[in-house]
């Protein structure tokens, strides 16, 4: 069964670094672009960044450019999102997409992130 | 960037009736090799979004049969032949044509 399971949500002061991670399952993670999507308290969806299989290129929201890193390790079937330079804009949940060119979408369950103070 | 618009942005149903939803992209959706890279999704309180429809008719595994999505291009639409109680959520579109992806801004589904 193909699964994504995020990790490394939680409460982080404003300013503050965090690193979120997705490991992927049942599938062959390194044929597949990857993506962060997040979705604040109340609000809509919103796409933050993307990965290809390989892990040679990369994009951005415009929210996030400059202050958040996506990434992957292919050999652990794991995908990454550093984030730095944090706001209160940048709560919410934040969910691990898979998206291949012909292929069905799957999301994970999502890990929640909340910068207060 | 592909803007996407929904209508309409509430939508009340009776158990038992049909409903639609319009998705209208700012650009086409089909990609040179064929695909259009539009999706449905439906997101119940206090749960992540559930996909329903992809590659815009596409129907997602274990959705039931009653939802189907249809369009082309620029203009897009989720049915739902028989609205059922468990139906109630928030329907979201979406596009995975180019970066950055976008979503539509949400059509609230209330019986």
């Known amino acids: 069964e193909m699964q994504l399971v995020e990790s490394g949500g939680s409460v982080v002061q404003p300013g503050g670094s965090l690193r979120l991670s997705c490991a992927a399952s049942?599938?062959?993670?390194?044929?597949?672009?990857m993506n962060w999507v997040r979705q604040a308290p109340g609000k809509g969806l919103e796409w933050v960044s993307g990965?290809?299989?390989?892990?040679?290129?990369?994009y951005y929201g415009g929210s996030v450019t400059g202050r958040f890193t996506i990434s992957r390790d292919n050999s652990e079937n794991t995908l990454f999102l550093e984030m730095d330079s944090l706001t209160a804009d940048d709560t919410g949940i934040y969910y691990c997409?898979?998206?291949?060119?012909?292929?069905?979408?799957?999301w994970g369950q999502g890990t929640r992130v909340t910068v207060s103070s | 960037d592909i803007v996407l618009t929904q209508s309409p942005l509430s939508l009340p149903v009776t158990p038992g009736e049909p409903a639609s939803i319009s998705c209208k992209s700012s650009?086409?959706?089909?990609?040179?090799?064929?695909?259009?890279?539009l999706d449905w999704y439906l997101q119940k309180a206090g749960h992540s979004p559930q996909l329903l429809i992809y590659?815009?008719?596409n129907r997602a595994s274990g959705v039931p049969d009653r939802f189907s999505g249809s369009g082309s291009g620029t203009a897009f639409t989720l049915e739902i032949s028989r609205v059922e109680a468990e139906d109630v959520g928030i329907y979201y579109c979406m596009q995975a044509l180019q970066t950055p992806y976008s979503f539509g801004q949400g059509t609230k589904l209330e019986i």
């Open positions: 590659l815009g008719s």
């Open positions: 650009q086409s959706l089909l990609h040179t090799n064929g695909y259009t890279y």
């Open positions: 997409v898979k998206r291949g060119r012909g292929s069905q979408p799957l």
């Open positions: 990965i290809n299989g390989r892990g040679s290129s990369v």
């Open positions: 049942g599938f062959t993670f390194d044929n597949y672009a």
